[in-house]
């Protein structure tokens, strides 16, 4: 995946996730407090300087009200109504164990 592909998708990302605690009238020293983290290090996670793992981004949801499963559908949503370009797996390797991903659009 290019990287500008990944901003790309990172931005549309990290705005969800602003502006789902921004929608609720929370400071990022709230969501702080929700999560046992500093204030610091959500400003980290929503200006895209620290990743979240997959745990941490469901306790993140949670804290803020949300369903996970709803948002991850959300997110889905959005990137496709955007147009962003998708992952495709395919088979690659000598005896086709191994999966390496290709860039293609979507064409749904």
Do not use: P, Y
């Amino acid at each position: 995946m290019s990287k500008s592909l990944n901003s790309r998708n990172n931005e549309i990302f990290l705005a969800m996730l602003r502006d789902m605690r921004t929608g609720r009238r929370m400071r990022q020293a709230d969501l702080a407090a929700l999560m046992g983290w500093g204030q610091a290090t959500i400003s980290k996670v929503e200006s895209g300087e620290r990743r979240l793992d997959i745990i941490e981004l469901r306790d993140l949801v949670t804290a803020l009200g949300l369903d996970f499963l709803s948002f991850v559908r959300s997110l889905e949503d959005e990137l496709q109504r955007r147009g962003v370009v998708s992952i495709r797996l395919k088979r690659c390797g000598r005896h086709g164990s191994g999966l390496s991903s290709t860039s293609a659009t979507r064409s749904d």
